[in-house]
């Protein structure tokens, strides 16, 4: 809008990223010569460098900005977590596809609260910020030219044991390579410096979590710690608080990452500084909340407190952080964090469809089967058809995630997904609305079609049944004029036994968009039946933009069954179901 415009501005921009950089659509980084603010982000504060996330590998282009606001309402006000906003990129006039813009991570006031430091000082009592990277050795192997690394022991050796949520193909092992996000100005003392601390941090949390010895750091060595527990110990070494707001984050999103790049720590050694380890500045999210490969598919089991990811596999694993945990777990359930999460990107789906629909015009081969991706993406996610499908997936899977670890940390509270009630297993509670494939394809490719004729319905309130044979409508009649005020169509069914059916409803599509259950109230067998399926809008003759959509799975009993469709105020023409039956 008007109120963001910056003019004409001298800057730069570089694509970002390690091996995604080979992407057809890249993502970017900017420098401004200027500080500038964008779109108001960060309360308006203006900085130079700023980022555009790609999203190609998350179809929902959601996951990002999802794990962000998760982020930013979990951790502590000192932790910098990215603001965002959704905007299109134009290079050269040419379109670019929808983009993630967000705030570049570095180490300065507004953003990485670390003090920011004297490119020409050998001072080595400052702030340090460092990410925890496999790429390290690639760096290394620049010299002065690539960003400063080190190297941490690990001694006593921790021993990592995969378990089966975890990518195996990345993470065999604790990666023990860091490199400086810090401009860091004597590489040949600050680097020895905050490796030593590094080194010293990892042996105390060792010995507090693993051994119950307890030490602490004096004059840059370990000494013996006179405090008589490990919670106790830590505290003086670690941000207690940002290990605890990290590992639940790291819980929900399951990053196949966790252990292996993209994952901040910093140290403020400086004179005001808190002298303790705190995790910060949570990262690159497109892989997260159940896109990929072997991470945790169905969202149950835990998994950061079995990652490759060190600092958390060492604490998670103690009582007292357990309790720290559901502590704080169970004050974000009161505060509706997570449904909070879930209403956020409903909104963006609905707020920006023809966005989404407009990158995937620019970007078609990202949509679904993609072989930039698919080594790393789920078989459901290459079926995909859609960012609504993308974003359903995202929605179902992340409530089945939440539900599973309320049985963990909470006390028991119904589920997150509206209408579903309490889930006391860990596990889906079945029906239509539980982490359910978006694509259908292949369950009514080997099911029985049955299609049931909304003229041949029973039929109650304001109706009226037209002929047409001119928009092929199935048997050339449909319903029209179902009034709000008591306007139903009820279908009925025999079944031979028991089992599934995916329900698809023939209908007309309206100029405006609406979830299915914004046209009408359904029942199955007297049951409310719950379903995110949403009829998209169109640009042509309102009532007349025949369509159909999988509203979803439904339990049929044996014998009759009653599908009952009543109207609603925003109701359509109907034209039939289609019941794909399990044989």
């Known amino acids: 809008s008007i109120d963001h415009e910056i003019g004409e501005q001298v800057g730069y921009m570089k694509v970002r990223g390690n091996f995604t950089t080979d992407y ?7 420098k401004f010569e200027n500080k500038q603010n964008l779109f108001g982000l960060n309360g308006g504060k203006k900085f130079s460098k700023w980022v555009l996330f790609a999203d190609v590998k998350d179809n929902s282009m959601l996951r990002n900005a999802m794990s962000f606001y998760l982020a930013d309402k979990i951790t502590g006000e000192n932790i910098f977590v990215s603001d965002f906003t959704p905007v299109h990129v134009y290079i050269n006039n040419q379109y670019w596809g929808l983009y993630l813009l967000g705030e570049q991570k570095e180490q300065q006031s507004g953003r990485i609260q670390i003090p920011k430091i004297d490119k020409t000082s050998s001072d080595t009592a400052i702030g340090y910020t460092f990410e925890l990277d496999k790429y390290a050795p690639l760096e290394a192997a620049k010299g002065e030219d690539g960003d400063p690394t080190f ?23 604790f990666t023990n390579t860091y490199t400086m996000l810090t401009d860091i100005g004597d590489r040949t003392t600050q680097l020895p410096y905050i490796k030593n601390r590094v080194d010293l941090a990892y042996k105390i949390i060792y010995n507090a979590t693993k051994q119950n010895k307890f030490y602490e750091i004096q004059d840059e060595a370990l000494v013996a710690s006179t405090a008589t527990t490990a919670e106790e110990c830590l505290a003086k070494t670690i941000d207690i608080d940002s290990f605890v707001d990290f590992y639940i984050l790291n819980e929900i999103v399951c990053d196949p990452d966790i252990g292996y790049s993209s994952f901040y720590l910093t140290y403020d050694l ?17 892989t997260t909340l159940g896109v990929r490969k072997g991470t945790l598919e169905d969202a149950q089991g835990l998994y950061a407190s079995k990652s490759s990811n060190v600092w958390l596999n060492m604490v998670s694993n103690t009582n007292w952080f357990k309790e720290k945990v559901k502590t704080k777990w169970n004050q974000l359930r ?7 999460a879930m209403n956020m990107i409903e909104d963006f789906s609905i707020n920006y469809v023809n966005d989404y629909k407009q990158n995937f015009q620019k970007w078609s081969k990202t949509l679904g089967s993609n072989p930039e991706t698919n080594h790393e993406t789920r078989d459901i996610v290459q079926r995909l058809k859609s960012e609504r499908q993308a974003e359903q997936l995202l929605y179902h899977w992340f409530a089945d995630r939440i539900d599973y670890l309320e049985t963990q940390f909470g006390n028991n509270r119904d589920s997150v997904l509206p209408g579903k009630g309490a889930n006391t297993s860990g596990g889906s509670t079945g029906g239509s609305t539980s982490n359910e494939p978006v694509d259908f394809t292949e369950f009514k490719a080997a099911a029985t079609k049955v299609r049931l004729e ?12 037209k002929e047409n044979t001119a928009e092929g409508i199935s048997g050339n009649k449909y319903v029209s004029g179902l009034n709000p005020n008591g306007g139903s169509v009820s279908f009925s069914y025999t079944a031979a036994k028991s089992g599934e059916a995916v329900l698809t409803v023939g209908l007309s599509a309206r100029q405006t968009r609406y979830k299915l259950t914004d046209l009408f109230d359904i029942t199955v067998n007297g049951i409310a039946y719950s379903t995110e399926t949403v009829v998209e809008g169109g640009s042509g003759t309102d009532f007349h933009m025949w369509t159909e959509v999988d509203a979803g799975k439904i339990n049929l009993v044996a014998g009759n069954n009653t599908i009952v469709f009543t109207a609603k105020a925003n109701s359509t023409n109907f034209d039939y179901i289609d019941l794909f039956v399990a044989k």
């Open 24 to 30: 057809e659509k890249k993502g970017f980084r900017i």
């Open 454 to 465: 909304a003229e041949s319905a029973i039929r109650e309130g304001a109706n009226t049944v």
């Open 151 to 173: 190297t941490v022991n690990y001694s006593p050796k921790l021993t990592y044991k995969p378990h089966e949520g975890e990518n195996r193909y990345e993470c065999n092992d």
């Open 270 to 286: 400086s004179p005001s500084g808190s002298h303790k380890l705190r995790m910060d500045c949570p990262w690159d999210f497109d």
């Open 334 to 340: 009161e505060n509706k964090i997570f449904e909070k």
